[in-house]
C-alpha cells in the first residue's frame, strides 16, 4: 500500500471538506506507519494532524490529548529527527505552563535548525514570539512574528498549513495587544488563505482576529462581515472552534448597544479570556441596582485573578477600574488602576497605556470627589494624554469615551471645554453606532446647552483604501498628489475622496481631515 497516496487522499477528502473521512484515513496511515516501523512519520501524523482534528472537528479534548501522548512516545523512541520537532510543537497547545511552552518551542527550534526543516523553524519562530507577546514583552515578540510573517511572505515557508499558522498567530497578537496599524500593515500584503476548504479552519480563525480587530477599531461593517464569514468556514470545517468568534461578534454588539443580542451569542458559552468583557459589561449594564452591580464586579475580579492580571489584561482590569469607582470602592480601584500603570510603564503599548491613563485619571478624580482646587488639573492632562493614545492606536470608541469622561469632569469648573468634548464624543459615537454612549453624549450636551444632534451619521465604513485616501487629505494633498503617492489615475483618487466625504457625512475635505485628527486616522506615526 502506499502510504503516501493514501496520506494525499485525505487531503483530498480535507479539500472536498469531508473532514471527518480526511480524519479516518489518517487514522488508518498512522496505523500503518507505525506497524512498517515509520515510528517518525506515525508520530507526525498522530501529534499535527491527528489530535487536532479530533480536537477541532469534535472537540474531544481527551481523545486529541490521548494522540498527543502517543505521538510523544513514538518520537522519543524515533530519536532526533524533524518530525520529533513537530510533536514537540503541537504539544504546546496541551498545556498552560509557560516553562514547559518554551521548552517545547525551544526544542522544536533546535531540531529546525539541525535538520534544515525551515517550516518548522519558522513555525517554531512565530510560537516563540506570541509566547513572549502573551508574557507582556510585547516589542520582542513583535519582531520575532513579523520575522516569521515576512518568511512566509517571501515564500520560505512551503507549507500554506504552515503560513496560515503563522499569520494567525501574528493576528492574535495584533488583537490581543489592540495594534491596529501592524494588523492592517499586513493585512495590504497578505491574503494567503482564501476560502480554500483544506485551509478552511485557518481562514476562519484568522477571520475572527482579524474580526475582532475591527471591532476595537470601529470599522463595524467589515468587521460584521469577516465574523459572519468565519462562522460560515467553521462550520464547513472545525465546528468546535467557533465560539471564538461569537465571543468576537458579542464584544461587537456590545459596543453597538445591541445587549440582549450579545447575551444570546454567549449563551452556553464558556466564558474565556476574550468573552470575559462583553459578558461582564452586559452583565454591568442590564443589572437592576446597586446590589446587583456590586455582585458583577465582584465576580469580574475572581475571574481576572485565576486567569491572572499581565499586560494582556488591562482592558479587562480597566472594566474592573470602572466597576470599582461606580461601587464606591476607590482603594479597590486605585489598586487595580496601579497594577495597569506598572504593567504599562515596562513595555508601552500605545492602546494599552491609554487604558491606564484613562483608569488612573478616573481613580484620582474619584478620589478628589471632583473637588476643583483638588488635583484635577493633573487628571484633564491625564484623561488627554489617554484620548491621545487611543486616537494614535485608531480606537475611535476608546477616544470618545474618554472625552466624554473629560467633559462630564470639568462641566461645572470648564463648561465651554466640556461642550466641545461632548460635541467630539457624540460626533464619534453617531458614526459609529455607539448608541449608548451616543445618548450619554447627548443628553450631556442638553444639560450644557448644546445642541443634541450632532449632524454626524454614519453611511458606511471606509475600505483600507478609503481609509488610506483620508490620511492623504488630512495630510493636505491634492486628488492629483493623492494619484501619484498610490499609483492610481486622478479620476480614480477623486472617486475615492466623493466617496470619504459620503461616508463621512461631511462637506468638504477640510471637515474630513478635522475628523481624521479627531479619530487617529492621519496616517501619522
Not at 512519520?41 to 472537528?57: E, G, K, M, S, V
Not at 517554531?124 to 515576512?150: H, I, K, P
Amino acid at each position: 500500500m502506499d502510504l503516501r497516496l493514501l496520506e494525499r487522499q485525505a487531503d483530498q477528502c480535507a479539500e472536498a471538506g469531508d473532514y471527518a473521512a480526511s480524519l479516518a484515513l489518517r487514522e488508518r496511515a498512522f496505523a500503518h506507519w507505525r506497524e512498517r516501523g515509520d515510528l517518525r512519520r506515525a508520530a507526525y501524523l498522530a501529534a499535527y494532524q491527528i489530535a487536532f482534528d479530533h480536537l477541532a472537528f469534535f472537540g474531544n479534548q481527551a481523545v486529541a490529548q490521548g494522540w498527543i501522548e502517543r505521538a510523544t512516545h513514538l518520537a522519543e523512541q524515533a530519536g532526533d529527527c524533524a518530525e520529533a520537532g513537530w510533536v514537540a510543537l503541537s504539544r504546546v497547545l496541551y498545556t498552560a505552563d509557560p516553562a514547559v511552552r518554551a521548552e517545547l518551542v525551544d526544542e522544536a527550534t533546535r531540531l529546525a535548525q539541525r535538520f534544515g526543516d525551515n517550516d518548522l523553524r519558522f513555525d517554531a519562530l512565530a510560537f516563540a514570539g506570541l509566547a513572549l507577546v502573551e508574557e507582556g514583552r510585547v516589542s520582542e515578540g513583535m519582531r520575532q512574528l513579523d520575522e516569521a510573517a515576512a518568511a512566509a511572505r517571501g515564500g520560505e515557508v512551503t507549507s500554506p498549513v504552515v503560513a496560515g499558522e503563522i499569520y494567525c498567530k501574528l493576528l492574535v497578537a495584533c488583537e490581543s495587544t489592540l495594534d491596529v496599524r501592524r494588523a492592517e500593515d499586513w493585512q495590504r500584503v497578505t491574503s494567503p488563505l482564501g476560502d480554500r476548504p483544506a485551509v478552511a479552519w485557518a481562514s476562519a480563525i484568522c477571520r475572527t482576529h482579524y474580526g475582532g480587530i475591527l471591532v476595537v477599531a470601529g470599522r463595524w461593517d467589515e468587521a460584521e462581515h469577516e465574523l459572519e464569514e468565519s462562522l460560515r468556514l467553521y462550520d464547513a470545517s472545525y465546528r468546535a472552534l467557533r465560539s471564538a468568534a461569537l465571543a468576537r461578534l458579542a464584544e461587537l454588539r456590545v459596543r453597538q448597544g445591541r445587549l440582549s443580542e450579545c447575551r444570546e451569542l454567549l449563551a452556553g458559552q464558556a466564558v474565556d479570556a476574550y468573552a470575559l468583557r462583553p459578558w461582564a459589561r452586559t452583565e454591568w449594564l442590564t443589572a437592576g441596582d446597586a446590589a446587583e452591580r456590586g455582585v458583577v464586579a465582584a465576580r469580574l475580579e475572581r475571574a481576572l485573578g485565576r486567569q491572572g492580571r499581565g499586560l494582556l489584561d488591562v482592558p479587562v482590569m480597566a472594566l474592573l477600574t470602572e466597576m470599582q469607582v461606580a461601587c464606591g470602592d476607590v482603594s479597590a480601584a486605585t489598586r487595580t488602576a496601579r497594577t495597569m500603570v506598572e504593567l504599562t510603564a515596562s513595555d508601552p503599548v500605545e492602546a494599552l497605556v491609554g487604558y491606564a491613563r484613562q483608569s488612573n485619571a478616573c481613580v484620582a478624580a474619584a478620589a478628589a470627589g471632583g473637588r476643583s482646587g483638588s488635583g484635577l488639573d493633573g487628571v484633564v492632562e491625564e484623561l488627554e494624554s489617554a484620548i491621545a493614545s487611543f486616537a494614535a492606536a485608531q480606537l475611535p470608541l476608546e477616544a470618545a469615551c474618554a472625552r466624554l469622561r473629560l467633559a462630564e469632569l470639568v462641566q461645572a469648573e470648564d463648561p465651554a471645554l466640556a461642550r466641545a468634548e461632548a460635541r467630539t464624543a457624540a460626533e464619534s459615537c453617531a458614526w459609529l453606532g455607539a448608541n449608548l454612549e451616543l445618548d450619554r453624549a447627548t443628553a450631556l450636551l442638553r444639560t450644557l446647552g448644546g445642541p443634541a444632534r450632532t449632524g454626524v451619521r454614519r453611511v458606511g465604513s471606509l475600505t483600507d483604501r478609503e481609509t488610506e485616501v483620508l490620511a492623504l487629505v488630512s495630510q493636505g494633498l491634492s486628488n492629483p498628489q493623492i494619484a501619484e503617492r498610490l499609483y492610481i489615475s486622478p479620476k480614480t483618487a477623486s472617486h475615492h475622496v466623493s466617496n470619504v466625504l459620503a461616508k463621512l457625512g461631511v462637506q468638504n475635505r477640510a471637515e474630513a481631515a478635522a475628523w481624521a485628527a479627531a479619530h487617529g486616522r492621519t496616517g501619522r506615526r
